[in-house]
């Protein structure tokens, strides 16, 4: 396999990986629907920044750490867990904590761009699935003669331009249905939902076995 194929392969996995909804999606739909899309995109850099260290990481071999040492996965793996349960709880705090009849304030979390930036990037680096993932799959789009740390990067780069693409289009529909979801009602229920979301991710993580 050439560099040519072996990024069009990987292109094609990837983007059934992409399509289906998952934590990021989550995030990426809540952060624009009730903070706008400069945040939203805070979000999705942050996320695609994660998915780059992952990239790079697991072709240089350092990610492999995370199949390697059982210790390594679950002290990430217990460390995503507690952050994914924080950030949904606090979703769940702040819808209920807003008056029934008052416009909803934004949440402190979502109002700066700095801070929609760290948040996703510690929801993509604190998921060790996502290191496993790399470290299983990466390896077999490896041209021979191709640097490792080079290649790495340059898959994560495929993966990364198809989600800023279908960020695009989330972020996109959520401008145009924005001004009803922006409701008081609506805005708590959104973040109830996805707050109980996030909390189902870091639940199943904590189940689950590496």
């Known amino acids: 396999m050439n560099i040519y194929g072996a990024l069009a392969s990987f292109a094609v996995i990837v983007a059934f990986l992409t399509l289906t909804p998952g934590l990021d999606t989550a995030l990426i739909l809540r952060t624009s629907l009730l903070a706008g899309r400069r945040p939203a ?3 999705v850099l942050g996320i695609q920044l994660g998915t780059l260290l992952w990239g790079l990481l697991a072709a240089a071999g350092l990610s492999a750490l995370l199949t390697a040492s059982q210790v390594a996965y679950e002290v990430l793996r217990w460390a995503g867990v507690a952050y994914l349960i924080w950030i949904g709880g ?6 209920r904590t ?3 009849d008052d416009a909803v304030p934004p949440d402190p ?5 700095g801070r929609a930036f760290r948040r996703g990037l510690l929801t993509n680096l604190l998921n060790p ?3 496993a993932f790399y470290v299983a799959v ?17 898959l994560a ?3 990364v331009c ?3 693409v279908w960020s695009a289009v989330l972020i996109g529909f959520t401008g145009v249905v924005r001004g009803w979801l922006r409701r008081p009602s609506v805005k708590r229920a959104l973040d109830r939902l996805t707050g109980l979301i996030v909390i189902g991710f870091g639940l199943r993580l904590a189940m689950q076995q590496s």
Do not use: I, T
């Not at 979390?109 to 761009?113: E, F």
């Not at 990466?138 to 340059?154: D, E, T, Y």
């Open 162 to 164: 198809e989600v800023l």
């Open 157 to 159: 780069g495929v993966h």
């Open 138 to 154: 990466l390896p077999q789009f490896m041209p021979r003669g191709v640097p490792h740390a080079v290649m790495g990067v340059l």
């Open 109 to 113: 979390a979502d109002a700066g761009w």
């Open 41 to 43: 995109w805070a979000v």
């Open 129 to 131: 699935k996502v290191g």
């Open 98 to 100: 807003s008056g029934a």
């Open 90 to 95: 606090r979703m769940l705090w702040h819808s």
